[in-house]
């Protein structure tokens, strides 16, 4: 499919954030939900209605197909979070109209807060004997993404985000991407979209406690 064409009554991506898990993903979809930028296609929203897009997602690290992509995204009006962020290329390749927003973090943080959140969830997975269906196919995606970033079964978090960044920078052209920490709030988010700043905070969601506590995970000590 050409990347001007639009599916009848289909919301075109607008917005796409290429950051990955934990660099403040989940609280920019809020914001872009606040800002008219919705449905928002996050990895946290989708995972229990539509799981087997993991498993759609897997085969792209192999096949890298736009229209296979574009397929998934459908209906939706900005996407955010992994599996997604590991295409900026192609992404650019389909919506090289949208504005793209690259989440960062300071890479030691990030480190931590991987290996309090998603590490210990993937533990959890992989031990247990009797995995949902999502879980499972969860894992068909995190087999595959752990080849393409086998430093993700290491101690080298931190090699992984900031190689990461340089990609995207090196994908998308600087007019059209924010390099964006989700602790500068509104302003630079709004000018960048050209909208206007809301009378309401900056989300805040889904910190370390908040996630671990939504996946029943034990309180750290």
Known sequence: ???????????????????LHRTGTSSLADA?????????????????????DFEKWAEQYEKGDPEGIDNILQGYSSVLDEP????????YRIYPDAKFILTV??????????K???RPLIERVLSSADPTPVEKSYLVWRKINTKVNPELLTDNFQEV????TERVKKAIPASQLLVYGVEEGW?????????????????NV????????SRKLPPLQ
């Open 1 to 19: 499919m050409p990347p001007s064409t639009q599916r009848p009554n289909q919301p075109s991506i607008r917005v796409v954030c290429l950051g």
């Open 32 to 52: 872009l939900d606040i800002l008219g930028y919705g449905p928002c296609y996050h990895t946290l929203r989708v995972l229990n209605n539509r799981g087997n």
């Open 84 to 91: 997604a962020a590991d295409f900026p290329e192609i992404l």
């Open 105 to 114: 973090r300071d890479p030691e943080k990030w480190e931590q807060s991987m």
């Open 116 to 118: 309090k959140t998603i």
């Open 161 to 164: 985000l900031l190689r990461h």
């Open 187 to 203: 302003e630079p988010l709004t000018a960048f979209l050209g909208v206007s700043v809301p009378d309401e905070p900056f989300p």
């Open 206 to 213: 889904n910190n370390t406690d908040k996630f671990r506590a």
